[in-house]
């Protein structure tokens, strides 16, 4: 296995193609047609030389799209299975927090639903390997795309620029999950390298997200591209990041110091993150329903919230997953319902107002078993779908049918799309984070406790569904005197499952004091909450550095509490 991903990563830098002509003219023609979906179903660009293919402004193009097809790729050069945004992060990222309570043993996803992960799982090590085919591939386009004329010199930049962004958010997702890397910022770097410095990393990332900043326009020519709103918004994440990971002196006491965040200077770091998060204010708006976030016709209609998202398109080639555990459980192939391998924590269920806020009926439901013929439907814009039933008003104890249903999948055979697969985009950064930031950078730059309480009253409107009594009493019962705290469980009723949870417990230095605090009773999967609780030990706030990475890099080091030489999983 350690040769094969070795190839692999090899082959991402240059791979010699035969027999291309009639494949590279396909997706030229495809290119040609200028849309979203077009674009997207692409061959990746790792299989392709590019010295050979970085001739022409078409190919450019499509070179850039290969560099987006990480988002949610398939494979990686027939390696891999939708390891990142198509489904493994969706498990690497949500998992082991109070918002989802394990309910499977499969060894693929169990590791990450109770902090049992090491060096040998495969969804850590695939992560990786995506992340860096992304890397390499943007690497590329950036060096051969000066050697090109282009009709309109403006569209290089924009191609440049779009570049750059991916390959900073791609870093940033990589030191998010495991501490520092290697960076590599040129296709002639040795294969051998050290990890960089949280620090070192932090720069580059910087430096990609402000050219991004800087030269994206507003909107962008293709919708669900990059465009500037998209740039500022992982600027302003990576800065609130750093600045909260150095207030709360996050991994101090672990031993790594290419991990450390000694050299933040947090007031420097909240202070960027105000201004540029203060400068989407205004430039972007809240989808009217929340609900319409999440389903598979409203595509379209989420551009407004949405700064950046995985898009997802009705074929095969181009899909979220969202089946294993984010819709609600039933059979995928008569009813549209998961395998709910996670269940909402019951910690997240006692969040809501369950009377008065609409987004705890969409986030959390009951199961969708039974006979379809018997269960009742919605229609959404020509779209159909089975209604799940709804948990108790006073849930049992040992109550087993509650699901996470965020997702929604239509009634099966009304989509062309295998049941299992969805074509609703993933919301990556909306407003409504963005709102909810701008809440906790007015606390903590500015210090301005009404500024911040009026931040959340923007979200919150939508959830009573601009209903001011409605409003009034879920301000009442979502007071809390440590705004800090209120703000951090808005964050969760808001974004769950969408893959922040992990890094805001981690980056407010409150991943130990959650887990302590988790339930162990409330439903019938909050029990599994006790192995979550036995494993978690600080160091895992960082994942392993993937084995065979270990195994092909002799310069590599392993994160501090994990094992060095496991035996790889094959």
């Given at each position: 296995m350690n040769r094969i991903i070795n190839n692999i990563r090899h082959n991402i830098r240059v791979q010699a193609i035969n027999l291309w002509s009639s494949i590279l003219l396909v997706a030229l023609l495809l290119v040609a047609s200028s849309s979203c979906t077009d674009f997207l179903e692409v061959e990746p660009y790792s299989t392709i030389d590019p010295e050979f293919f970085l001739d022409s402004?078409?190919?450019?193009?499509?070179?850039?799209?290969?560099?987006?097809?990480?988002?949610?790729a398939g494979d990686i050069n027939?390696?891999?299975?939708?390891?990142?945004?198509?489904?493994?992060?969706?498990?690497?990222?949500?998992?082991?927090?109070?918002?989802?309570?394990?309910?499977?043993?499969?060894?693929?996803?169990?590791?990450?639903?109770?902090?049992?992960?090491?060096?040998?799982d495969v969804f850590g090590r695939y992560a990786w390997l995506f992340f860096y085919a992304g890397i390499t591939r943007a690497n590329s386009l950036l060096e051969g795309i000066d050697n090109i004329t282009f009709e309109t010199e403006g569209r290089k930049e924009q191609i440049k620029a779009e570049a750059r962004f991916l390959r900073g958010i791609y870093y940033q997702y990589l030191v998010w999950m495991y501490g520092g890397v290697p960076l590599t910022l040129s296709t002639n770097d040795p294969n051998e390298l050290e990890r960089?410095?949280?620090?070192?990393v932090y720069e580059s990332i910087e430096k990609d997200l402000l050219y991004a900043y800087n030269t994206l326009n507003p909107v962008s020519n293709i919708s669900g591209r990059a465009n500037k709103w998209s740039a500022a918004g992982y600027l302003a994440k990576m800065y609130l990041y750093l600045a909260s990971c150095k207030e709360n002196n996050v991994g101090a006491e672990l031993t790594l110091d290419l991990n450390k965040f000694d050299w933040v200077n947090s007031a420097d770091m909240y202070q960027k993150a105000y201004e540029v998060n203060s400068a989407i204010i205004g430039n972007k708006s809240l989808t009217p329903e929340y609900f319409h976030l999440f389903r598979t016709e409203k595509n379209d209609d989420t551009y407004?919230?949405?700064?950046?998202?995985?898009?997802?398109?009705n074929n095969q080639d181009v899909v979220m997953i969202y089946v294993n555990a984010f819709i609600p459980q039933g059979n995928v192939n008569t009813v549209g319902g998961g395998y709910g391998f996670m269940r909402p924590g019951y910690d997240l269920y006692a969040k809501y107002d369950r009377e008065n806020d609409v987004r705890y009926a969409n986030n959390l439901t009951g199961n969708l078993g039974g006979n379809p013929a018997t269960r009742d439907e919605e229609l959404i814009e020509g779209t159909r779908y089975y209604i799940p039933n709804k948990i108790p008003?006073?849930?049992p104890a040992g109550y087993g049918l509650i699901s996470i249903g965020k997702w929604r999948y239509p009634v099966p055979g009304t989509r062309a799309i295998e049941p299992w697969a969805s074509d609703c985009n993933f919301q990556l950064v909306r407003y409504a984070d963005i709102l909810l930031m701008q809440a906790e950078l007015e606390l903590k730059h500015n210090n301005n406790e009404t500024a911040a309480r009026n931040y959340l009253t923007k979200v919150r409107e939508r959830a009573a569904e601009y209903d001011q009594a409605r409003l009034d009493a879920m301000t009442a019962s979502y007071f809390k005197g440590d705004l800090m705290d209120e703000i951090m469980d808005?964050?969760?009723?808001?974004?769950?499952?969408?893959t922040w949870r992990r890094f805001d417990l981690i980056r407010t230095g409150r991943m130990q004091s959650t887990i302590d605090?988790?339930?162990?009773?409330?439903?019938?999967y909050q029990p599994n909450m006790g192995v979550v609780k036995n494993n978690y030990e600080p160091y895992k706030i960082w994942f392993p550095i993937p084995d065979n990475e270990m195994a092909v890099n002799k310069l590599m080091v392993q994160n501090a509490g994990y094992v060095a030489d496991e035996t790889p999983a094959e």
């Open positions: 402004e078409p190919n450019a193009e499509l070179a850039l799209a290969g560099v987006y097809n990480v988002l949610n027939g390696e891999g299975n939708a390891h990142t945004f198509r489904r493994g992060l969706l498990f690497m990222l949500n998992a082991s927090t109070d918002e989802c309570a394990p309910n499977n043993k499969n060894p693929q996803y169990e590791p990450y639903m109770n902090f049992s992960y090491q060096s040998t960089s410095s949280l620090e070192t407004d919230e949405v700064l950046f998202g995985v898009e997802a398109v008003a006073n849930m808005e964050r969760s009723r808001e974004l769950c499952f969408e605090n988790l339930s162990l009773t409330g439903h019938k």
